[in-house]
C-alpha cells in the first residue's frame, strides 16, 4: 500500500512538472508570434526586415523580405497593424518543435512612396495563421508562417490582403 501511494505521489508531481514546463513554453511560444508579428509590421513600415532576423530563421525572413522588397519596386509602402490575435492551437513535437495556430486581425494600408497617396487602405482583413517555431540555444525562433491553406505555395505571410470581392471575401 505504501508503495502504491509513493508510485502515485511521484506520477502526480511528475504530471504537474510537466504542466509547467509545457505552460512556461506555450507562454515563450505566444511571446516569439507576438514579437515575430510586430518586427513584421516595423520591417514593412521603414522598409527595412533586418529586425525580423532577431526572431525568425533565415528563410523565413528571406521569403518577407522578397515581398517587401517587390511592393518597393511598385513604389508602395505598406503600413500594417495587428489589432487582435488568439492563439487557437499550440502543439510540440518535440521539445525543440513547436506548431502554432493563430486567428489574427491586421488593419493594411498601402501607400505610394513617391507622393505618400494611400492606394489601398483595408481594415479588419482575418488571417487563419500557422506557425512552425524551432527551439536553438533556448530561444524559439519562427521557421515559417502561412497563411492556413497556403502552405508550401511559396506565399508570404500576411502578405497582401485577398482583393475584396475577388471571391474571398476578407476571411482566409
Given amino acids: 500500500m505504501m508503495k502504491k501511494c509513493i ?15 509545457d505552460t512556461r513554453e506555450a507562454e515563450q511560444v505566444k ?18 526586415m533586418a529586425g525580423l532576423a532577431q526572431v525568425a530563421e533565415e528563410p523565413q525572413t528571406a521569403k518577407v523580405y522578397f515581398h517587401m522588397a517587390a511592393l518597393g519596386e511598385g513604389r508602395i509602402r505598406m503600413m500594417s497593424e495587428l489589432k487582435d490575435i488568439s492563439f487557437k492551437d499550440i502543439r510540440f513535437a518535440a521539445a525543440t518543435s513547436a506548431s502554432v495556430k493563430t ?11 513617391d507622393t505618400g497617396k494611400v492606394q489601398r487602405d483595408e481594415k479588419g482583413f482575418v488571417y487563419q495563421m500557422k506557425y512552425h517555431l524551432a527551439k ?4 524559439w525562433w519562427v521557421r515559417d508562417a ?13 502578405a497582401a490582403p485577398a482583393v475584396p470581392g475577388a471571391g474571398k471575401g476578407s476571411e482566409r
Avoid at 486567428?103 to 512612396?113: A, L, P, Q, T
Avoid at 502561412?146 to 500576411?158: L, S
Fill in 103 to 113: 486567428r489574427e486581425v491586421w488593419d493594411f494600408r498601402h501607400v505610394n512612396i
Fill in 31 to 48: 511571446e516569439t508570434v507576438k514579437r515575430y508579428n510586430a518586427q513584421l509590421a516595423q520591417g514593412y513600415a521603414t522598409m527595412n
Fill in 146 to 158: 502561412a497563411a492556413e491553406g497556403e502552405e508550401g505555395k511559396n506565399v508570404a505571410t500576411k
Fill in 136 to 139: 536553438k540555444n533556448g530561444a
Fill in 7 to 21: 508510485a502515485i505521489l511521484l506520477l502526480a508531481a511528475a504530471a504537474v512538472s510537466c504542466s509547467t514546463v
